[in-house]
């Protein structure tokens, strides 16, 4: 077990809020137009697009996956859609209409939450969402896509699979895998057995869109890496053995949450020799005890694991830093990473003369072992995308962008532009997808390609 740090000291860095030269990092310039694509869907005229994930087929092929509002008169109401770019960062014509596709309600009362993405083994695209049941209830979907846009009618079962625990109960989709095997493993939270109370969940399918008799004796694996606390799965990385890393948040208390690792066997049951029997949670808790959120995952090929996210200052204004830890095969913290000192399994760092950082949004691996990972940086006059980079022993990549960082300053509309989901294409070059915000109602599509 660990002691609580009451603070945390942090790296700041002041760094120009662009990115200039040649320098690894920078954006790639053969990408689109000026290394940035920029999709306006609008179902209705100025309306709020927003990409959830980003996923790069092995031929470089970039699908944005996302919601798009449908009606202004109920911001509830959403229809997930998808964009597809080809490698070269134009719009793919052969994709939907003219490369968007909108999924339209299996069962027609509406969509909500995230909207997440995978390739199955057979070249489509799976995706995950939330969707609204007859009876109010909000449960998962996953649906599957031909690479021309087309809903596959023949690849699962049926042209969908559902999860929902019961009624009156809710399940939230928090992020999908396609394992070896290309079973597809769901992640997210369920309110089903106790009302009120959130707890993680897995559950996993077969190719066939049949969920698999061969995982948690055919069941849903349901915990909290606290008991009788409130924990949300947010991110799941597979192994090639099928072993299951899940991670996300525990409350600990009101005020309170912290990181939090789940590790589940192939067969779906809880790894006890990991961390504390199966699981781990970790804090950086700067100025004392505030909220830790982990963002996402990367499982290395030794079995450690890289976790990103933000780690809240308790101030006023909400200002977050970056917040990075690691973990061994054991689950045990990686005490010589890290930026502080003496080094404790943590690096943290903020930005100075007004950039703030509200965070890292995500991790991508390299084939050569080194981690780029995505941060939300805000200014004075706007919100920009960034990024760093991490070498494979966790230290800063100082031959990337300015001393180890990115800052990207777009000048579209009101200068809001907010990354959600990072990936990495065959060749290193780092994808970072968001949106591009026009004004307070008016978000499209926005996918830029950094040079490796």
């Not at 077990?1 to 920078?26: E, Q, R, Y």
């Not at 004796?217 to 947010?234: D, K, M, W």
Request: charged residues 15%; negative net charge.
């Amino acid at each position: 077990m660990f002691t609580k740090l009451t603070a945390s000291t942090a790296l700041s860095l002041v760094l120009l809020p662009f990115s200039c030269g040649a320098a690894s990092g920078n954006l790639d310039t053969s990408f689109a137009s000026n290394g940035i694509a920029i999709s306006a869907i609008d179902l209705i005229p100025g309306g709020i697009d927003e990409i959830h994930d980003l996923v790069v087929s092995a031929s470089g092929e970039v699908y944005q996956v996302g919601m798009a509002q449908a009606d202004w008169t109920n911001s509830a109401i959403a229809e997930p859609v998808i964009v597809k770019h080809t490698a070269q960062g134009t719009i793919d014509t052969n994709f939907g209409i003219q490369g968007v596709v909108r999924v339209p309600s299996v069962h027609g009362v509406g969509f909500a939450g995230a909207v997440y993405g995978a390739i199955l083994q057979n070249g489509n695209l799976l995706v995950a969402s939330n969707e609204f049941t007859s009876n109010g209830d909000l449960d998962i979907i996953l649906l599957q896509f031909k690479p021309n846009g087309d809903r596959d009618w023949s690849g699962f079962t049926l042209p969908w699979s559902g999860l929902g625990l019961g009624q009156h109960s809710d399940e939230a989709v928090g992020d999908v895998a396609v394992d070896s095997q290309g079973r597809i493993v769901v992640v997210g939270s369920t309110n089903a057995y106790q009302q009120g109370m959130l707890k993680m969940l897995v559950a996993r399918f077969l190719p066939s869109g049949l969920q698999d008799p061969g995982f948690a004796n055919g069941s849903i694996a349901t915990a909290s890496p606290i008991a009788n606390e409130n924990s949300e799965a947010l991110t799941v990385e597979v192994a090639i053995n099928g072993d299951v890393y899940v991670g996300g948040v525990v409350q600990t208390s009101y005020s309170d949450t912290d990181f939090a690792i789940w590790k589940l066997k192939a067969d779906g049951s809880t790894d006890a020799t990991y961390g504390n029997n199966g699981t781990r949670t970790f804090w950086f808790d700067i100025n004392g005890y505030h909220d830790d959120v982990l963002r996402d995952l990367a499982l290395r090929s030794d079995g450690s694991l890289v976790a990103v996210g933000e780690a809240n200052h308790g101030t006023n204004s909400g200002k977050s830093s970056v917040a990075v830890t690691a973990f061994d095969p054991s689950g045990t913290v990686v005490t010589s990473f890290g930026n502080q000192t003496p080094r404790n399994g943590r690096l943290t760092f903020n930005l100075g003369q007004g950039l703030e950082i509200n965070g890292a949004t995500g991790i991508a691996t390299r084939t050569d072992g080194k981690m780029v990972v995505g941060m939300h940086v805000s200014r004075t006059n706007g919100r920009d995308f960034g990024s760093f980079r991490l070498l494979a022993n966790g230290d800063i990549d100082i031959n990337y962008g300015l001393f180890g960082l990115q800052l990207y300053s777009f000048t579209y509309g009101n200068n809001d532009e907010v990354p959600f989901a990072i990936g990495v294409d065959a060749n290193n070059r780092t994808l970072l997808a968001g949106y591009a915000g026009y004004s307070n109602t008016d978000h499209d599509f926005m996918v830029v390609r950094l040079k490796p």
